[in-house]
């Protein structure tokens, strides 16, 4: 009986150890998420989405704790980028089933949606397009498209004869009228 005691006092110090050694790791992924959460929070406030949301993605993975991802959902969300922050809400959701801001989360997840599948019509061209006004033939006073008046085949007309007769003097062969002039001076 005497030899078990030292052996019960052995494995005691070494569970102490392993149990001392585990909340020393603990305490310093809490600190590192506690660090970079604030960071996260400091840049969020300044409207820097980007590099806040590195920070929270930092803190989530020092210590997954689901209050990150509310955060991290946030910078995607501010950021444009709806279907990360939807995923983003979702998982926050799923591992914090409980929470208090659950019915606020349940409505940007929804607002996000819709924003996505405008977002999705629109690069597809689909849904409602705004409408341009009509390049078409315009009326005049009188209700006829002005193709329909005669002053517009003269005017049209008119512009067709003097590009053809433009276009003759431009090319006939023997130059330009004066070229066969020579001025000469007296002295």
Known sequence: MTRAVPRILIATCFALLAFTRAAHAEDVAERAA??????????????????????????????????????????????????????SFKRYLKLDPE???????????????EKQAAGNSARMGLGKKKREPDDG???????????????????????????????????????PPDADYHFEFDK
């Open 34 to 87: 506690k660090r970079h959460y604030e960071r996260g929070q400091k840049l969020f406030g300044l409207q820097k989405f980007e590099d806040a949301l590195e920070q929270f993605q930092k803190a989530f993975d020092a210590k997954p704790i689901p209050d990150f991802l509310f955060n991290i959902g946030q910078c995607q969300r501010n950021l444009g980028d709806y279907e990360a922050a939807i995923f």
């Open 137 to 175: 033939p315009t009326e005049t006073s009188d209700g006829k498209p002005i193709y329909k008046k005669w002053w517009f085949w003269t005017g049209i007309a008119v512009v067709g004869a003097a590009g053809g007769v433009g276009i003759y003097v431009a090319t006939r062969s023997g130059g």
């Open 99 to 113: 929470t208090d801001n659950r019915e606020k989360v349940e409505s940007l997840i929804a607002d996000l949606e």
